[in-house]
C-alpha cells in the first residue's frame, strides 16, 4: 500500500500549474478508508470524459482541494457523481468535472482552472476554498506554488520562485525523466519518498489520529483571524493579496463566461453560548459575501450549508464534524459518505439558480 505519485511540475519547466495527476493512474489511496482511485484518460479523478461538451448538458467546474478531490472514497460515492445523479433524476443534464487536486490552495486552484479548466467549456464554476489559506500567508509565497509577491515598481505580481525546483529544472533533461519515471512507476520508489521524514510508526501506520483534545467551546482564534482579514482588512499584505486573487478570479470565470459561485469551508461555527463568537462570524461572513457579490460572484458558507442540510438532520442533533472521518476516526479528517451526500444537497441547491 503505497501512496500515488503526484506529478510536481515535472512534465513542463513553464507551465505555472504546480501539482496534477499522471493521466491512467490507478492507486489506493491508504491514508484514509483506502478506496481505489482511477485518474481518467484527462488527468482527472473523475470518470472517463470527453473535453468536448455534449449538446444539452449543462457542466459544470468543480475546483477544490483534498475535501472535493475526495481520494478516501470510490468515485460513485463522490459529492459531484452524488450531484449528477439527482439532477439525473430530476430529468436535468449536468456533467461536474472535478478538477480538484488534494492539497492545492486558493491561488493553485486559481491557475489549475486557468491551465486546465479552460478546456472544458463549462458554463459554471463552483470553487470550494479553505477560508484560511487567505490569511495563513501561504498567498504571499511563491516557494512551493504560485504566489503573490511585490513586483519591480511595487504592485503584487505572481512570483514563480517554485519553478525553481528540481523537478521543473530537470524536466526535460535524463535526470527529471529518471525521477519521475521512478516515481510514477515504481512502488518501492515512492515508498522511499513518502517515509522521507517519518517515524517508523508512521511509516507502518500505527499512529492514529485521534480525536481533537478538550478545547475551550468559545475558542475563536481562527474566527477573530478572519475577521480582521474581511472587516478591519488587516493585515495589510493579506488584504492586497486577497484583493488581487479575486480579481484574477474573477477575471478568468468573465473570460470563460461561466457563472462563478465561490465557497468558504472550515470557519468554526460557535455553540450557542458563544455569543460574542457569533457575532464575529456573523460580521466575516456578512463583509466577505459582500465584497464577494460585489464581484459578480455568487458566495456559500459551506459549513453552515452542511449545519442545515437534510443529511445532518436525519443523523440527529450533532455537529458537522460527524460528517468526517470513518469507523474510529469519526469526526476527524475528510467527508465520509454522509458528508458527501449533504455536500452533494449543497451543490445542487447551490447551482439550481444558473440552470437553463
Excluded at 521512478?182 to 480525536?211: C, P, V
Amino acid at each position: 500500500m503505497v501512496p500515488p505519485f503526484v506529478m510536481r511540475g515535472v512534465s513542463s519547466p513553464t507551465t505555472w500549474t504546480a501539482s496534477e495527476h499522471f493521466a491512467g493512474n490507478v492507486f489506493v489511496w491508504d491514508a484514509e478508508h483506502r478506496a481505489k482511485i482511477h485518474i481518467n484518460s484527462l488527468g482527472l479523478r473523475d470518470r472517463e470524459m470527453t473535453v468536448e461538451k455534449a449538446d444539452g448538458v449543462t457542466r459544470i467546474a468543480l475546483m477544490g482541494n483534498s475535501f472535493v478531490e475526495a481520494l478516501q472514497v470510490e468515485q460513485s460515492d463522490t459529492f459531484d457523481d452524488r450531484s449528477e445523479e439527482i439532477f439525473r433524476k430530476s430529468g436535468r443534464e449536468v456533467e461536474v468535472v472535478n478538477l480538484a487536486i488534494s492539497g492545492q490552495t486558493a491561488i493553485e486552484q486559481l491557475v489549475r482552472l486557468e491551465d486546465v479548466g479552460v478546456m472544458f467549456d463549462s458554463d459554471i464554476v463552483v470553487t470550494i476554498t479553505r477560508a484560511l489559506d487567505f490569511t495563513s500567508g501561504e498567498m504571499r509565497s511563491d516557494t512551493k506554488w504560485p504566489g503573490y509577491v511585490a513586483g519591480p515598481s511595487g504592485d503584487l505580481v505572481r512570483g514563480d520562485n517554485f519553478k525553481l525546483s528540481f523537478a521543473r529544472r530537470h524536466a526535460n533533461d535524463w535526470k527529471g525523466k529518471a525521477l519521475s519515471g521512478a516515481l510514477r512507476y515504481s512502488n518501492i520508489a515512492r515508498m522511499l519518498n513518502s517515509a522521507k521524514g517519518k517515524s517508523y510508526r508512521q511509516i507502518l501506520g500505527l499512529e492514529r489520529t485521534g480525536a481533537p483534545g478538550s478545547v475551550d467551546a468559545c475558542s475563536a482564534a481562527e474566527i477573530s483571524e478572519l475577521h480582521e482579514l474581511w472587516v478591519n482588512h488587516s493585515s495589510p499584505e493579506n488584504w492586497a493579496a486577497t484583493q488581487k486573487y479575486f480579481q484574477e478570479y474573477s477575471s478568468i470565470v468573465d473570460e470563460l463566461e461561466a457563472v462563478p459561485i465561490y465557497a468558504f469551508r472550515e470557519i468554526p461555527i460557535p455553540a450557542g453560548s458563544c455569543v460574542d463568537q457569533i457575532v464575529l462570524r456573523s460580521e466575516l461572513i456578512q463583509a466577505a459575501e459582500s465584497y464577494i457579490v460585489g464581484l459578480g460572484i455568487k458566495f456559500v458558507d459551506w459549513d453552515v450549508a452542511l449545519q442545515d442540510s437534510d443529511v445532518l438532520k436525519v443523523l440527529g442533533p450533532t455537529d458537522i464534524t460527524v460528517l468526517q472521518g470513518f469507523g474510529r476516526e469519526l469526526g476527524v479528517g475528510h467527508y465520509n459518505f454522509d458528508g458527501h451526500q449533504a455536500s452533494a444537497e449543497i451543490l445542487t441547491n447551490s447551482v439550481q439558480f444558473a440552470l437553463p
